[in-house]
């Protein structure tokens, strides 16, 4: 790690995106960039600016929502609809490299910046919108919140134990599935461009993603006519890869071949499982996996959590417990990757936040990050930066 904070450094150092967006999906891509390396100028709404700052919890009035996904950015707040801060605006376009914004579909164009007018006009800008249902289809200029795609996008219908009511997810992926693809977007454009000189739109739609990864689920239905649905901890096709409960909690156990579950076996002392002509294949342990489970339970409940996963570990099974966050962040993987990063901010103290995924050999992680900044805060940098007298 370095002292330094992920600013200016790393793999997309040089890059300036501006940053429209509000809430999750579009800063969340902001800060994947911003953790790249990416300069990021969050082009605020004066007086409120993000959403998001006004969701609790807070720390000494500052928002810990808003913190936790604008580390690293810069902050100056514009009112797109005067002709001044219009000005500076598009002093800040002709310099930027990516304009990023997950207003509805047509919202940008009431405000004279859509995408045929700013390619016009700076035809090297990589223009990125996430929005709920993207810029084509019936339905595009509807609203729609991260709850809206999971239960229009089938994995509502999947989540939870057969027989309860539809779950959602227990956090917001279908704005976090949105961001990370307009990320895998936004670089595949900065690249094309490095080729071409010019820029592309990249139209990202959360209902879109949400279809995206349901893994083999629209395949397998369209082929059997079978309908997935809620299966609790278990895999829909592969056993036994699930939650057991053990004497003090529960224990995952994912034994994905033939190979693996013959370990399992040896690691729970129990031959006569890698034997037993019901559990002979993936196949067959599938079609038993009730059965299966009642035998792996009958065995875990005589121990320990932490006993089991000592020896199937052993055994090199991969198995884990069910992390609360505490639990999660007091991990020595997680620390050993940088996974948990502290941060001093001068309004809210002392915060943690989730650290950089993206490790890249040549840039080392950084040891802290930029505090999410203060509505308009950067502004004297920001203009100086656009060539505006201040």
Same mark, same amino acid.
């Given at each position: &790690? ?28 902001? &800060?994947?960039?911003? #953790? ?13 600016? /993000? ?17 936790? *996904? ?5 902050? *100056? ?29 047509? %919202? ?30 019936? @339905? ?10 999971? !239960? ?22 279908? /704005? @976090? ?30 209902? =879109?993603?949400?279809?995206? @990864? +349901?893994?083999?689920? $629209? ?11 809620? +299966? ?15 004497? =003090? ?32 294949? #993936? ?15 009958? %065995?875990?409940?005589?121990?320990? $959590?932490? %006993? ?13 417990? @069910? #992390? /609360? ?17 502290? $941060?001093? /901010? ?21 040891? %802290? ?8 805060? =950067? ?7 656009? !060539?505006?007298?201040?």
């Amino acid at each position: &790690m370095t002292d330094a904070t992920a600013t200016g450094a790393g793999l997309l150092s040089g890059v300036t995106v501006l940053d429209l967006s509000r809430v999750l999906a579009g800063p969340f891509c902001t &800060m994947t960039l911003a #953790n790249l390396g990416a300069r990021v100028i969050k082009v605020e709404i004066p007086g409120t600016g /993000d959403d998001s700052r006004a969701f609790g919890p807070f720390a000494n009035g500052k928002s810990l929502y808003f913190s936790s *996904i604008n580390c690293n950015k810069e902050s *100056i707040a514009l009112n797109l609809k005067a002709p001044e801060d219009r000005a500076i605006f598009e002093q800040l376009l002709a310099k930027a490299d990516v304009v990023v914004e997950n207003y509805r579909p047509g %919202t940008m164009e009431k405000l004279g910046y859509g995408w045929e007018t700013l390619h016009a006009r700076f035809p090297h800008l990589i223009y990125g919108a996430a929005s709920g249902f993207g810029d084509s289809g019936p @339905i595009s200029k509807r609203a729609a919140y991260d709850m809206v795609v999971q !239960g229009m996008g089938g994995i509502m219908s999947m989540t939870g134990y057969p027989g309860q009511p539809a779950a959602r997810v227990g956090i917001s992926i279908g /704005d @976090i599935t949105a961001g990370l693809y307009l990320t895998i977007g936004l670089n595949a454009a900065l690249y094309r461009r490095s080729v071409t000189g010019i820029g592309d739109k990249i139209d990202i739609a959360m209902l =879109d993603c949400q279809v995206a @990864i +349901l893994e083999d689920s $629209v395949t397998v239905y369209a082929k059997t006519g079978e309908i997935p649905g809620p +299966l609790g901890t278990r895999h829909p096709s592969i056993a036994p890869f699930q939650a057991f409960e053990a004497q =003090d909690g529960h224990v995952i156990i994912a034994a994905g071949n033939d190979h693996l579950f013959g370990l399992m076996a040896q690691a729970l002392a129990r031959p006569d499982l890698a034997t037993d002509a019901r559990f002979a294949s #993936n196949e067959k342990r599938h079609e038993n996996v009730d059965a299966l489970q009642a035998e792996i339970e009958k %065995t875990l409940m005589t121990g320990p $959590v932490k %006993t089991w996963l000592d020896a199937l570990n052993g055994k090199g099974v991969p198995c884990a417990p @069910i #992390n /609360d966050v505490p639990h999660m962040m007091a991990e020595p993987q997680v620390a050993a990757r940088n996974m948990i990063v502290t $941060v001093q /901010d001068p309004v809210a103290g002392e915060i943690k936040v989730a650290g950089n995924p993206i490790k890249v050999v040549a840039h080392p992680d950084a040891a %802290t990050f930029r505090p999410p900044p203060e509505l308009d805060g =950067d502004r004297a940098e920001i203009l100086a930066f656009a !060539g505006v007298k201040s």
